[in-house]
């Protein structure tokens, strides 16, 4: 990941540095004295019309990367703020321009619904079809000033309120099978690779509807057809490795039929409906379709949470594994600890006595937010601010925040490249205000009048339990990344010990 240096540019990525556990909280640094900015016109160029596009579409995914692609740019135009195309372009996406924000003070605008827009934005500059969701706009894609949007959060809502005292258990119960089948195959080989889909997708089954998928007719399958479907949505802006000259005609330049998925898509679709009966009496009651409620829940489940634990668990054993003996000691120590003064159960309190448990889970969202691009279309004409200038932007025009250099921003975070376990102790919980990975700061809650995540809350506490499930059971471990993709990293368990009390 490229820093940002103290002027607000962006320097070289530091991708070698080892993440190390840090004694003291930082702090974040002294504000600069208020003075009113200057104003800039926006640098950068969206190049030739059709050629431009795919220009910029070949340096994002294989010429320079998606690191670099930012990096040389901020360094080129001397601006954390710029214009430049996004992926996909021709021919998926008909208007590719944005006007890139890279810096932790303009980044906000994006949840400001006063000011942008958020209408079928969700995936970028392209929309995929809405055949891969039952022929719905689905509610990701809905602007809080739209009728539906409201009855269709408070409909997660109602299924996440109503199912609460089910987390804890189901989650623990569905990754001591995890950790159970991890020491099996560790103790024959020696090394393991964390693989947890399957348990991810039992757990939100389970947790959700009270149902096991595995009993169902999906069997084991459920997984393997989520990341189909989701394959089949984000292709335009996902790369798989390969070569270009196949990767990007293949990926990137024509949507996949959404007949080819709509088979598997169906399979989820029948086991949520078939289990949701409880929320589809909400929905029914509150004026939505069964049928469009069903597909609402289908993407929340599978896209949005299953998407999210797929990539977020592995980030949390890379950055925990990476750390070091030291800080799982520490957390072991915590846990351990907490879970005993509540009579050897865990609860949601003792979960609470968790500080340095919490402190990990945000870094770890700050440092690699599992969701990474956020776009909002100016609803007026506005002006957005970074560090060292003022830019004014026409209403139309479409703005990209690409969050993990609005997190890294070193005019926020000391030492904003390092992976600092205890930040967010004590006094460096007000920084939490500028933890975005839930579309909203991290301070903030979801409501029907914004569009952060509906399941921000949930995500943070099963992310919590993740770590706990680790160090009830282990003292330490270590771990290789073999492959990070924007998937998810995949991670080989390579040392584990038990837990020696």
């Known amino acids: 990941m490229a820093a940002l240096s ?32 200057p104003l800039r016109e926006i640098p950068g160029s969206y190049g030739l019309p059709f050629i431009g596009p795919i220009k910029d579409r070949l ?24 214009r430049s195309n996004m992926p996909p372009g021709p021919f998926i996406s008909s208007n590719s321009k944005v006007i890139v924000m890279l810096d932790g003070k303009s980044f ?21 079809s809405t055949k891969l969701t039952g022929g719905y706009r689905i509610l990701s894609y809905l602007d809080p ?11 997660l809502f109602f299924l996440l309120s109503n199912r609460k ?10 990754y001591t099978e995890l950790f159970d089948s991890i020491d099996k195959e560790f103790a024959a080989k020696g090394r393991v690779t964390f693989e947890q889909d399957g348990a991810a997708f039992r757990f939100l089954g389970r947790a959700y509807y009270g149902a096991d998928p595995a009993d169902s007719s999906l ?26 000259l196949i990767e990007d005609p293949l990926l990137h330049t024509f949507p996949f039929p959404p007949c080819l998925v709509q088979k598997d898509y169906r399979k989820l679709y029948d086991f949520i409906n078939a289990n949701s009966t409880f929320v589809l009496d909400e929905a029914e009651r509150n004026g939505i379709a069964r049928d469009e409620a069903a597909h609402n829940l289908v993407f929340a489940t599978c896209f949005n949470t299953f998407g999210g634990i ?43 006595n968790m500080p340095l448990t919490k402190s990990v889970v945000y870094e770890t969202l700050r440092i690699e937010p599992p969701v ?31 969050q993990p250099f609005a997190t890294r921003d070193p005019e926020i975070f000391e030492r904003a490249e390092e992976f600092v376990p205890d930040r967010f102790v004590g006094g460096g919980e007000e920084l939490l205000k500028y933890v975005l990975w839930s579309n909203g700061p991290e301070t903030e809650s979801p409501t029907v009048n914004n569009k952060q995540c509906a399941g921000k809350d949930f995500i943070g506490f099963i992310s919590r339990l993740f770590v706990v499930e680790i160090f009830r059971r282990y003292d330490t471990f270590e771990i290789e990344v073999m492959k990070v993709t924007a998937l998810g990293s995949t991670i080989d368990i390579t040392s584990l010990t038990k837990a020696s009390s």
């Open 108 to 128: 906000p605008v994006l949840f400001d619904i006063s000011k942008v827009e958020k209408k079928n934005l969700f995936t970028g500059t392209y929309m995929p």
């Open 372 to 402: 990474p691009y956020q776009y909002g279309k100016a609803k007026i004409d506005l002006t957005i601010e970074s560090h060292d200038a003022s830019f004014e932007v026409k209403k139309g025009e479409m703005l990209f925040g690409y």
């Open 6 to 37: 103290s002027t607000g540019l962006l320097q070289p990525p530091s991708e070698t540095t080892s993440p190390k556990q840090q004694e003291a909280t930082p702090v974040s640094p002294q504000p600069k004295t208020t003075a009113p900015l």
């Open 310 to 352: 797929k990539v977020l668990f592995p980030n949390l054993m890379k950055w925990i594994g990476q750390a070091g003996v030291e800080l799982h000691k520490k957390l072991a120590q915590e846990i351990r600890s907490a879970i005993k003064s509540a009579g050897g159960t865990l609860t949601t309190q003792a979960l609470e």
């Open 145 to 155: 000033s739209e009728p539906k949007h409201t009855k269709l959060k408070n409909l």
């Open 219 to 244: 069997g084991q399958d459920g997984p393997k057809l989520i990341n189909k479907w989701v394959l089949f949505s984000l292709h335009p802006i996902a790369s798989l490795g390969l070569p270009k």
């Open 59 to 82: 340096d994002y995914f294989y010429n320079q990367g998606e690191v670099q692609f930012f990096s040389t740019r901020v360094e080129k135009y001397k601006s954390t703020v710029f």
């Open 165 to 174: 005292d089910h987390v804890i258990p189901e989650f623990h119960k569905s």
